[in-house]
């Protein structure tokens, strides 16, 4: 069976590393969404308390079920509770209709829209959101907004931050009081001087794939993730014979063949068997990718398809996010 590898050691790394520049485990929300990245939601979440991390973030309310009871809190991003969740949950309000839609009782926090227009209620909506807030019984424990590009050079992470500062400085003048305040996602946090928020919600830099362009000096961060498939079956081959579907792997010389037992049914990206995907040993996979399968030379038991999702996502034009998020729970996760 195919198998993801993560390691212990490199995910305490990066958390240290998370850490040093938030200047306390404390301020740190691990965001589990998505399967923590690929990586095995409950895994995940299991390293995370181990290494004190307190505070997690996760997409939907039933991850939050599943890894609530490690952490303080747990925060969903993206979905309506029909009653109050379990202690230590709350629940992100996206715009003024979720508030409505929540149940009185429920702990919120509302995201405030400072720029990048896919979610969160508009600045000049911010006091009838809080109003309703309180109107409604719900309890308001956070206010957090996005950055559309704090990974991209440009101005971009600086105007939306000044914003939520702004905001900041004019609800709290205003009396508004214990409640967080966080803006930051890794690439913010990495390329941000100082920290002064009260948690940053950090995915990618914590599953060490966070790339930031040049001239943001590169963070020091270690892939946890590494993905490896077992062989099926091998064969001997003469020169010209054509491998898997269309025959598009053709032998230039005789050769051993082994298939492999990771194909797209596991997410793997397909790509295209005219660049075929190089893996980490410098070899090809020959011909197509099929739903459960892959062909190469050689007769290795076990072959690794990657140490770092983001050097597998460059050669496919993608994002390490989205070759980690697609990896199958069937995957089996295995922390070393
Ligand atoms: C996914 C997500 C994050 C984490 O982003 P990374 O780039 O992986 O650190 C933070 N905040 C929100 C709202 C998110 O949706």
Same mark, same amino acid.
């Given at each position: 069976?195919?198998?993801?590898?993560?390691?212990?050691?490199?995910?305490?790394?990066?958390?240290?590393?998370?850490?040093?520049?938030?200047?306390?485990?404390?301020?740190?929300?691990? =965001?589990?969404?998505?399967?923590?990245?690929?990586?095995?939601?409950?895994?995940?979440?299991?390293?995370?308390?181990?290494?004190?991390?307190?505070?997690?973030?996760?997409?939907?309310?039933?991850?939050?079920?599943?890894?609530?009871?490690?952490?303080?809190?747990?925060?969903?991003?993206?979905?309506?509770?029909?009653?109050?969740?379990?202690?230590?949950?709350? =629940?992100?309000?996206?715009?003024?209709?979720?508030?409505?839609?929540?149940?009185?009782?429920?702990?919120?926090?509302?995201?405030?829209?400072?720029?990048?227009?896919?979610?969160?209620?508009?600045?000049?909506?911010?006091?009838? @959101?809080?109003?309703?807030?309180?109107?409604?019984?719900?309890?308001?424990?956070?206010?957090?907004?996005?950055?559309?590009?704090?990974?991209?050079?440009?101005?971009?992470?600086?105007?939306?931050?000044?914003?939520?500062?702004?905001?900041?400085?004019?609800?709290?003048?205003?009396?508004?009081?214990?409640?967080?305040?966080?803006?930051?996602?890794?690439?913010?946090?990495?390329?941000?001087?100082?920290?002064?928020?009260?948690?940053?919600?950090?995915?990618?830099? @914590?599953?060490?794939?966070?790339?930031?362009?040049?001239?943001?000096?590169?963070?020091?961060?270690?892939?946890? @993730?590494?993905?490896?498939?077992?062989?099926?079956?091998?064969?001997?081959?003469?020169?010209?014979?054509? =491998?898997?579907?269309?025959?598009?792997?053709?032998?230039?010389?005789?050769?051993?063949?082994?298939?492999?037992?990771?194909?797209?049914?596991?997410?793997?990206?397909?790509?295209?068997?005219?660049?075929?995907?190089?893996?980490?040993?410098?070899?090809?996979?020959?011909?197509?990718?099929?739903?459960?399968?892959?062909?190469?030379?050689?007769?290795?038991?076990?072959?690794?398809?990657?140490?770092?999702?983001?050097?597998?996502?460059?050669?496919?034009?993608?994002?390490?996010?989205?070759?980690?998020?697609?990896?199958?729970?069937?995957?089996?996760?295995?922390?070393?």
């Amino acid at each position: 069976m195919s198998f993801l590898r993560i390691s212990r050691e490199n995910f305490f790394y990066n958390l240290n590393q998370i850490a040093r520049k938030t200047q306390s485990i404390d301020r740190v929300a691990l =965001v589990l969404k998505d399967n923590a990245y690929g990586h095995g939601l409950t895994l995940m979440a299991d390293l995370a308390a181990e290494a004190g991390v307190r505070h997690a973030v996760v997409r939907t309310l039933a991850e939050a079920e599943a890894v609530r009871g490690r952490f303080e809190t747990v925060l969903v991003l993206s979905e309506i509770p029909e009653k109050v969740p379990e202690n230590g949950v709350r =629940v992100v309000v996206n715009d003024r209709s979720c508030i409505a839609a929540m149940p009185a009782g429920c702990e919120v926090e509302l995201k405030v829209d400072t720029g990048m227009h896919r979610s969160g209620v508009a600045l000049d909506e911010v006091d009838r @959101a809080l109003e309703a807030i309180a109107k409604r019984g719900l309890a308001l424990k956070g206010v957090l907004t996005h950055y559309r590009g704090a990974d991209e050079m440009g101005s971009d992470y600086f105007w939306q931050r000044r914003r939520f500062e702004a905001l900041r400085d004019r609800l709290e003048r205003a009396g508004l009081k214990g409640v967080r305040w966080h803006s930051h996602n890794s690439a913010a946090l990495f390329r941000c001087g100082s920290f002064e928020e009260d948690v940053a919600r950090v995915g990618i830099a @914590a599953y060490g794939c966070l790339r930031l362009p040049e001239p943001f000096e590169a963070p020091d961060l270690r892939p946890v @993730a590494s993905l490896w498939a077992k062989r099926l079956s091998t064969r001997r081959l003469c020169a010209g014979a054509r =491998v898997g579907y269309g025959g598009e792997g053709e032998l230039k010389e005789a050769g051993t063949v082994s298939t492999y037992d990771i194909g797209y049914g596991d997410g793997w990206l397909r790509g295209e068997a005219r660049r075929p995907y190089r893996l980490p040993d410098g070899r090809e996979i020959l011909g197509r990718v099929s739903m459960d399968m892959f062909s190469l030379r050689g007769e290795d038991e076990k072959v690794c398809l990657f140490h770092d999702a983001g050097e597998a996502a460059a050669q496919f034009g993608t994002i390490a996010y989205e070759v980690l998020v697609r990896l199958s729970p069937h995957i089996r996760r295995v922390a070393e």
